[in-house]
C-alpha cells in the first residue's frame, strides 16, 4: 500500500516523511487513533515506504542512525530530499502491496481453529493477505468474523510472542530494515512483557510499528517504549471524495454519508450499504408516535425496529444524532448558511420546533448512550422501548435530567 492509497492524513503523511528525512524515527511506533481513522492503512503504507528500493537509494540512509529519536543525539538530516511515497513498482514495493515481504512481519489477534490450539499468527497468514486486499479499514470485529471466530474472544498469544522473538532476531532477507506491523496490542495482555526486552534493545535496523485504537488498555510497560504517532479523525470533505472516486458514489449520497460517519471511513462504508434505507420517514414515524403518545403504533414501530439488525439500528441513530446537529447549526448559523438537501434541511427544522437546543443536546446524549449498548449487544426491544419513554419526557415533560 502506498501513501496515495490512504485515505487524507496529508499532514501525518509528511510528518512520517520527516521523521525518516532528519534520522528522528523511534525504533517503536505507535500508531494511534480511533476505528476508521486509517491507522492500520497508513502503517502498512508507511512499512511500504521504508522498504522501497527508491526510497532507500535516494535518501542514502544513515543505517546506524536511523533510529535515533530516544537517544538523546541530534543526527544530521540525510542531505538529500525523499520522495513522499514509496515507488509502487520495484520489487520490494510490489511484494509489499502483496503483503508477501519476507522483512515486513505482521501480527494480530487470532482464535484457536481447534479446541487446545495455541495459534500464532502465521496461521492466518493467507486469510490475513486477503483481509488486507479487501478491508484495509476494517476494524478487528471485522478481522475476527472474517477467521469464524463469531463469539470467541481474540488474542495475541504468548507463543505469538515468542515467534516475534524468533523472526526479528533472524537477518532480513532482502531490506536493511526489519519491520513488525503489530495491529491491536490491546489484545496483547500480560503476555507483551514478553516483548519488553526486545522493544528496548531491538536488533539493528529493526522498527515495530504499534497499530491501535485504546491507549488506556496498552500495557504501560510497552507504551512508555513507544514514539506516539496521533492519527486523528478523517475530514468529512475527505470521506465524501474517496466515497466517490473509490465507488463511484453519487455525490449528494456521498455528502450525506460523510456527514453522518463522522470522520469514520469504515462506518461510511457501512452507511452506504443500507444508502437506499428511507430513515428521515422511519424516524418521523417514530417522533410522531412518541410525541402523540399513540401506546399502540408505538409498540408496532419497536416492533419493526428489533428487527433491523445492530448495524442499522446504528446507522439509523446516527443519523438522527446527524440531524440534531444540523438543527443545531441550523438555529445558531441560520438556515442559509448550511449546504443541505431541502428536504433535510425542513426536517432539522422540524426537529428544532418540537425541542429546544438544550433538550437537542440532551436527545443527542441519549443516542450516544444506545449506540454504546448497541455495540455491546443490548437486547434491541428493550432498548428502543426505554429510549422512547426517556425522549417523550426529554420533550414532552423539558426533564433534561433522567434518573439512572
Known amino acids: 500500500m502506498q501513501f496515495k492509497d490512504v485515505i487524507g492524513q496529508h499532514a501525518v503523511k509528511q510528518h512520517l516523511v520527516e521523521m525518516l528525512q532528519h534520522n528522528r524515527l523511534s525504533h517503536a511506533l505507535l500508531f494511534l487513533g480511533k476505528d476508521g481513522n486509517g491507522n492500520l492503512p497508513l502503517a502498512l503504507a508507511f512499512a511500504q515506504y521504508i522498504t522501497c528500493d527508491k526510497v532507500q537509494h535516494r535518501g542514502a540512509l544513515n543505517t546506524a542512525s536511523l533510529f535515533d529519536a530516544f537517544s538523546g543525539n541530534e543526527q544530521p538530516a540525510t542531505g538529500n530530499d525523499l520522495p ?94 526489519k519491520i513488525l506491523v503489530l495491529w491491536m496490542p490491546e489484545y496483547l495482555g500480560k503476555e507483551g512483557n514478553k516483548l519488553l526486552k526486545l522493544i528496548e534493545e531491538p536488533p539493528a535496523n529493526t522498527l515495530f510499528i504499534l497499530v491501535a485504537e485504546n491507549e488506556e488498555q496498552i500495557l504501560q510497560t510497552i507504551l512508555s517504549r513507544c514514539q506516539l504517532v496521533k492519527i486523528p479523525q478523517l475530514e468529512n470533505g475527505d470521506i465524501e471524495e474517496a466515497l466517490q472516486t473509490r465507488g463511484n458514489t453519487p455525490p449528494e449520497t456521498a455528502r450525506q454519508v460523510a456527514a453522518i460517519a463522522q470522520g469514520n471511513y469504515r462506518e461510511a462504508l457501512q452507511l452506504l450499504q443500507h444508502a437506499e434505507e428511507d430513515w428521515q420517514s422511519f424516524l418521523g414515524d417514530w417522533l410522531k408516535v412518541i410525541i402523540r403518545r399513540m401506546l399502540p403504533e408505538q409498540l408496532k414501530w419497536l416492533d419493526e425496529v428489533s428487527k433491523l439488525g445492530r448495524e442499522k439500528q446504528k446507522q439509523f441513530l446516527r443519523y438522527f444524532n446527524h440531524l440534531i446537529g444540523q438543527s443545531i447549526r441550523i438555529k445558531v448559523l441560520g438556515a442559509d448558511s448550511l449546504p443541505m438537501p431541502e428536504k433535510e434541511k425542513d426536517f432539522a427544522q422540524r426537529i428544532g420546533k418540537i425541542a429546544s437546543v438544550s433538550q437537542q443536546y440532551a436527545i443527542s446524549e441519549e443516542l450516544d448512550k444506545a449506540i454504546y449498548y448497541i455495540e455491546r449487544n443490548a437486547h434491541a426491544k428493550m432498548l428502543f422501548h426505554a429510549l422512547t419513554i426517556r425522549l417523550y419526557h426529554i420533550i414532552q415533560d423539558k426533564t433534561l435530567i433522567l434518573a439512572g
Not at 489477534?109 to 486486499?133: N, T
Not at 474472544?153 to 532480513?172: F, H, M, P, V, Y
Open 84 to 177: 513522499q511515497d514509496s515507488c509502487g513498482v520495484c520489487p520490494s514495493c510490489l511484494k509489499a502491496k502483496q503483503y508477501a515481504h519476507p522483512d515486513i512481519h505482521y501480527s494480530y489477534p487470532v482464535i484457536p481453529k481447534k479446541s487446545g490450539d495455541k495459534p500464532i499468527s502465521a496461521d492466518y497468514g493467507q486469510e490475513w493477505r486477503e483481509f488486507l486486499q479487501v478491508y484495509p479499514y476494517g476494524n478487528v470485529y471485522d478481522w475476527l468474523q472474517n477467521i469464524g471466530a463469531e463469539n470467541k474472544q481474540g488474542n495475541i498469544t504468548a507463543e505469538e510472542c515468542n515467534d516475534i522473538i524468533r523472526k526479528l532476531n533472524l537477518k532480513s532477507f532482502e531490506s536493511e530494515y
